[in-house]
Structure formats: structure tokens, C-alpha cells
């Protein structure tokens, strides 16, 4: 049941269906700027002249003849048509507080970039409740769980909204910060249209960050993947060491507690069509 898998390399897709579409990655979606969210950017002093951006199509591009080649081909997980601005997780966090990011759809910073992320389902909603509530119960107090709420990546430049994370207890209960990569014992998304992108695009950004532990509820498959022993070997080089498949009559138990046993069949809603 368990697999070895080999390194995880980044590697360079080409656009996906949609000719205006900046991200190489065919299930995900930028969060585009409007005119006015641009020059409020710039009149607050968000950006900088010599930053040399423009928008355009609602993207905030570099400038390319004010870069060198190397800089415009920096190894990014994500990778885009053409250079796009990139943000830190400060920025990110002054974008909120400028009343940038409001309203719908909800956004999640990846790699530097702003991904819309997909509405949720019935089944997505019935997944994420239940293992919540199922965790909950069994941990108490000796962890706390949370259910789509970010955990804070600065290194890889991302700030995800994970749909179940395992933290850390703190007196402070995480009131003024979100929780850091050494305080997260387990990260679960649950995945339909997305599932792609959770397997690549969020695998590898968790294993990089050493997030011990990766649960994907794949709703198209029928199944949990487990993944566990994150390596980072060299730049451009992020993945976990080993996958594990349970199905819906197999339990599976969180690394850090081994008394918290879940059957997969009482996680996963009614099987899709």
C-alpha cells in the first residue's frame, strides 16, 4: 500500500484552454486588479515607481526591459506566461487591510501570486465538516484544529487556506498570527475540480515549507492520499518521499496522534456519480 515515489521536479507547463489566462496551471485562476484598486496601489504607496510595473488585463506586469534575463526566469513554482509582480506575505496582509481583496471570490497568496479560489460544493462542504468535527472530537485539547483558515508560509511566499489544519496548542490560542510551518503537525484539503493542483501545486509547496504530514481527500478518486517525509534536495526540487492510499473501508491516523484513528468511508460523502 505504500509507495516510494522519486524526487518531485518543477517543471514548465504550457497554457492551459483559456488564451488569456497568465498561469501555466490549467485549474487555477488569478485574482485580477481593477483600474481603480491599480492606482489606489500606487497613490497609498503600496507600489513604487521604480518598481516599473504596468497593468494590463487586469495583471500587474514587470516592466521587461528594465530586468535582467536571470530575474525574469527565476525558478518559481508557479510559473507564468510572462513576469508578473509578486507578493510577499506583508504585502499580502496590507492588500486585506487596504480593503483590496473584499468580497468574493476568497483568494489564497501562492507563490508570491493571488489564486481565486474554487467555490465550494456539497460534497467538498460535507468532507471538510466531517473530518473537522471528527478530529475535533478525538484531539480536545491537546492540539487545536482549524477548518479553512490560513497558516502562514513566508519562505515560499504563500499563504494558503488549508481545508483542515492541525496546529500546535498556544496559550495565545494564534489570535495575532496565523500558524508557522513548525507549528502545523498535519494540513488536509479535500479535491474535486482542483485535485491537479492540491497533488502538484500544494504538495510540493507544503513538503517545501516541512509540513510533516499531507492529507488530500481526492473526491474524484474515491480516496485519501496520504503523504508523508517532505524533502527539499536542491532548488526546484519539492515533493514528499512517500504516498499512501487508503480507501473507504481502511483507517488512517495523524502522525502526531496515533490514538486519533479515521475511517476513510466515515470522512468521504455519499460516492459521486
Known amino acids: 500500500m505504500t509507495v516510494v515515489l522519486p524526487q518531485m521536479k518543477r517543471t514548465r507547463v504550457q497554457t492551459q484552454t483559456r488564451p488569456d489566462e497568465m498561469l501555466v496551471s ?10 481603480d484598486e491599480y492606482h489606489k496601489l500606487i497613490e497609498t504607496g503600496f507600489l513604487q515607481h521604480e518598481e516599473h510595473v504596468e497593468l494590463l488585463e487586469g495583471l500587474i506586469y514587470l516592466k521587461m526591459d528594465w530586468f535582467d534575463e536571470e530575474e525574469l526566469r527565476r525558478d518559481f513554482l508557479l510559473q507564468t506566461t510572462y513576469p508578473l ?10 492588500l486585506i487591510e487596504l480593503g483590496i ?6 483568494i489564497e497568496l501562492l507563490d508570491g501570486l493571488l489564486i481565486e479560489m474554487s467555490a465550494f460544493t ?8 466531517q473530518l473537522y468535527d471528527h478530529l475535533s472530537e478525538r484531539i480536545g485539547r ?3 484544529v482549524f477548518m479553512q483558515s490560513p497558516i502562514t508560509l513566508a519562505d515560499q511566499q ?6 483542515v489544519v492541525i496546529a500546535r496548542s498556544r496559550q495565545d490560542k494564534y489570535v495575532y498570527r496565523h500558524p508557522y510551518p513548525d507549528e502545523v503537525l498535519l494540513v488536509a484539503e479535500v479535491a ?3 485535485l491537479d ?5 500544494k504538495g510540493a509547496t507544503y513538503a517545501a515549507a516541512g509540513i510533516q504530514e499531507y492529507w488530500l481527500w481526492n473526491l474524484q478518486d474515491w480516496q485519501l492520499e496520504v503523504y508523508r517525509e517532505p524533502m527539499t534536495l536542491a532548488v526546484g526540487y519539492a515533493g514528499y518521499r512517500v504516498r499512501t492510499v487508503y480507501l473507504a473501508d481502511e483507517t488512517i491516523a495523524p502522525l502526531a496522534f496515533p490514538d486519533c484513528t479515521v475511517r476513510v468511508g466515515d470522512i468521504l460523502p455519499a460516492r459521486l456519480k
Open 26 to 35: 490549467g485549474d487555477l485562476r488569478l485574482r485580477r486588479f481593477t483600474l
Open 85 to 94: 509582480r509578486r507578493f510577499s506575505v506583508d504585502e499580502y496582509h496590507q
Open 101 to 106: 481583496l473584499e468580497g468574493t471570490p476568497r
Open 122 to 129: 456539497a460534497y467538498h462542504r460535507t468532507c471538510v465538516h
Open 142 to 144: 491537546r492540539a487545536q
Open 158 to 163: 504563500t499563504e494558503p487556506e488549508p481545508d
Open 192 to 194: 474535486y475540480s482542483t
Open 197 to 201: 493542483s492540491d497533488q502538484k501545486i
